[in-house]
């Protein structure tokens, strides 16, 4: 590869974390259940006293910029979180991890800024009366990515499953029943030859109705190496 080309190559790939960093910063802080009557408290946070969750700050790993709120009991910082949501029996979170200090490039011999990073999958989390402690417990989902993007109503989660199909990867419009743990609904929607990113917000996230019967998932095709097509399912 030439010179010149080795430069627009990083310059695309700048431009594209640079707007999908924009898209993340400007997300809602808290996903939103498709019945708004489900929509989380920030008070009394898993039905406790004194535990809540705290106002929206950007973290960043990078490229990307995403929000994340603490969960505060009697004035300390338990943890930070990324779009809590709760449905009729469980709360789930995407846990962030805040990191203000600096590393060593054994390359450059210089100190780099050691940046915050964040879960690539859901955990249900829970307050331990005994140890007055959260848990949190691993969710696993089925072809679940960076780049899933999960959108939630009830127990259903929408969300985009990729997996590694030759030298490519394979996209598909997914629902599934995080009670019942099985897939609702599955549809081959596309390939990406490439991300050339580790912003998470890579792809858009699906859009449920508001009576949760159907969820969209759009088209994408203004992404460098990405020819999704958009399609509507239901679980």
């Given at each position: ?6 430069l ?5 790939n700048?431009?594209?974390n640079?707007?999908l ?10 996903a939103k259940a ?13 039905g406790?006293?004194?535990l809540?969750?705290g106002?929206?700050v950007?973290?960043s ?11 505060n ?8 979180v990324?779009?809590?949501?709760r ?6 979170v ?6 203000e ?21 859901e955990?249900?989390?829970e ?8 848990t949190f417990?691993h ?5 679940r ?36 743990k099985?897939?609702q609904?599955?549809e ?10 580790d912003a998470?917000?890579?792809?858009p996230?699906?859009?449920?109705s ?5 969820v ?8 460098p190496?990405a020819?999704?097509?958009?399609v509507?399912i239901r679980?």
């Amino acid at each position: 590869m030439s010179n010149v080309a080795k430069l627009e190559f990083i310059s695309q790939n700048l431009l594209v974390n640079l707007v999908l960093a924009m898209t993340s910063v400007l997300a809602c802080p808290t996903a939103k259940a498709c019945d708004d009557n489900k929509s989380i408290s920030d008070q009394n946070f898993l039905g406790v006293k004194e535990l809540s969750l705290g106002q929206a700050v950007e973290f960043s790993n990078g490229p990307e910029g995403f929000l994340c709120r603490p969960i505060n009991w009697q004035g300390k910082t338990l943890a930070w979180v990324h779009a809590p949501f709760r449905n009729s029996k469980q709360t789930l979170v995407t846990r962030c991890q805040r990191n203000e200090s600096q590393s060593f490039n054994a390359v450059t011999g210089v100190m780099i800024e050691s940046y915050d990073g964040i879960d690539d999958h859901e955990s249900i989390v829970e307050w331990d009366h005994t140890s007055k402690k959260l848990t949190f417990k691993h969710v696993t989902l089925p072809m679940r990515h960076l780049f899933s993007n999960p959108a939630y109503c009830g127990s259903l989660v929408a969300y985009w499953g990729i997996e590694r199909y030759e030298k490519s990867h394979r996209v598909y419009a997914m629902i599934y029943d995080l009670e019942h743990k099985k897939i609702q609904s599955k549809e081959d929607v596309g390939t990406i030859t490439s991300f050339q990113t580790d912003a998470s917000g890579y792809l858009p996230a699906a859009m449920w109705s508001s009576k949760g019967d159907k969820v969209e998932f759009p088209a994408v095709s203004k992404r460098p190496m990405a020819d999704i097509r958009g399609v509507s399912i239901r679980p």
